[in-house]
Every structure is written in structure tokens, then in C-alpha cells.
């Protein structure tokens, strides 16, 4: 059985699925190796436009497999603390290969989300949820800390400072309804309308100009970073600049908004 599973259910568009449904998706290293190869070779596909990422069964992704964790490859002659920094050097490049693909990602969330899961969650573009999933960041409750993978970054600016520190230091549970209210989830469907709405999304995004998607995703990221307002809006102008000199989109969606059709960008 593979433990991750690609496909591409509609034109420009592939789903990559986290497919150990029995535990609940959990981030065993037999799961992750192929997920961060399928990542990136998604990420050299040009036919691909848009990214969904899901998961199997009823759960998104719960986390570190508390059972078992796999193993990682060229590990022989290393101690146990070398070991662990290149199996989190390996998590760590999970999160980065969804942040620094040139596609849009979707999490299409199922499930929990809990810990790694809530991560992965936060690292993707767009965030679609179902009812019955539920957010935790659960190191804490295990004496561990609740920041990893870039939670402690990435949560803030997408929820805000207090509300993340309280899921943080709690390990409390986040409702799908509260997910979604404070801007974790950006819309909560059914169960049955999670993977269509997904796709709906994708397909609207796949529709649009490649360069302008990319560098959308490109200076949204840059955003959570930039060192200051007036440095970032140079960016934002620089990346605007670049696609309305060098491609006619800006004359191809004037064209097509005065023949009432829909643009054909050509980049």
C-alpha cells in the first residue's frame, strides 16, 4: 500500500493524499519521505496550476506517530542526537517544500489536525475544513513544547498573536466553527462538498495568469517576512512592474472585458 497517493481529478490540478487512514494520517517517517518526494516533484510539474493536499479517511493529519515513527535513510554510525536533527531537518523541509512551491496549496481538511497536522495546515495557501475537524497544537500536552515546524510563526499572523498563544500554551482544542471565524479556515463545507469546493477553488486560481498566481503566492509569503511596510511595497510594485511590461495580460483582460468573454493569459 502506498502511504501517499497523487492524482489529478481535474486539468491542471493534482491531489496529494496522505493515505495511513488507521492512524489517522500520522507523520511517520514511511509518510513523510514520499510525501516530501511527491512535493517536489509536484513542484517541477508545469502541467500542475494548483496543489491540494488531504488526507485519508477521517483525519487530516494527526501528528507525530506515537506507535511508531519509521526510520529515515543514511543514518548508520550516527548518534541518537545527530539522528533526531536530520529527522527534523527532514520535517522541516516538508513545511518549506509546500511554502516554497511555485504553486498555490490547498489543505483540504477532513479531520484533525493536530500537532505536525496543524502545521501542515498553517504552512498551506488556503485552508477548506469540514465540520468535523479540530485544530490542536499538541506538543504541550505530551511536555513538550507546542512550537514546531514554524507554528509559532506562521499561527500568529494568520490568527493573531493572543488567540495562537493561548491554543499554544493550552493544548486546547480549536473547533472547525472557531477555525473558521478566526481566519484559520478560509470557508467550512460538508463533508461531501470538501473535495468539489477544493477543486471549484483550484480551478478558478488554474484559470488565472501562471506568472501572476506565482508571484501572488511568491510576495504573500514575502509579506510575512518583510522587514519593513515601505521595503515590501517596492517588492509588491517590482513583481507588478515585471508581469505588466513583459506579458500583454494587462491588454488581453481589457480586450476581454470590452467582448464580454472570459481572458485567455498567455504570460
Known amino acids: 500500500m502506498s502511504f501517499v497517493v497523487v492524482d489529478k481529478p481535474a486539468p491542471h490540478v493534482t491531489v496529494i493524499t496522505l493515505n495511513r487512514p488507521e492512524r489517522m494520517n500520522a507523520m511517520a517517517f514511511d509518510v513523510m519521505l514520499p510525501f516530501k518526494a511527491q512535493l517536489e516533484e509536484v513542484a517541477r510539474d508545469n502541467d500542475t496550476r494548483v496543489v491540494v493536499i488531504t488526507g485519508a479517511g477521517e483525519g487530516f493529519c494527526s501528528g507525530a506517530d506515537q506507535k511508531e515513527s519509521g526510520s529515515i535513510p543514511h543514518i548508520e554510525g550516527l548518534t541518537p542526537t545527530t539522528i533526531a536533527h536530520r529527522a527534523a ?12 512551491m511555485p504553486q498555490p496549496v ?42 514546531e515546524l514554524g507554528l509559532s ?27 473558521e471565524r478566526c481566519g484559520l479556515l478560509s470557508r467550512l463545507v460538508s463533508r461531501d462538498q470538501l473535495m468539489a469546493t477544493c477543486l471549484e477553488i483550484a480551478e478558478q486560481i488554474a484559470g488565472l495568469s501562471r506568472i501572476g498566481v506565482e508571484l501572488t503566492k511568491k510576495m504573500a509569503l514575502a509579506g510575512l517576512e518583510a522587514s519593513s511596510f515601505r521595503s515590501h511595497m517596492r517588492h509588491e510594485m517590482n513583481a507588478q512592474l515585471y508581469v505588466r511590461l513583459t506579458t500583454k495580460n494587462w491588454d488581453e483582460s481589457v480586450a476581454a472585458r470590452a467582448e464580454g468573454r472570459k481572458p485567455v493569459f498567455r504570460d
Open 153 to 179: 510563526y506562521l499561527l500568529p499572523r494568520i490568527i493573531g498573536a493572543g488567540r495562537s498563544t493561548e491554543l499554544m500554551l493550552t493544548g486546547r482544542d480549536m473547533s472547525a466553527e472557531e477555525a
Open 89 to 100: 531537518k527532514l520535517l522541516d523541509d516538508v513545511v518549506l517544500g509546500i511554502q516554497e
Open 106 to 147: 490547498i489543505a483540504a481538511i477532513n479531520g484533525a489536525a493536530i500537532g505536525g497536522g496543524l502545521c501542515l495546515a498553517a504552512a498551506c495557501d488556503i485552508r477548506v475544513g469540514v465540520p468535523e475537524s479540530y485544530y490542536r497544537a499538541a506538543g504541550i500536552n505530551n511536555g513538550l513544547t507546542a512550537t
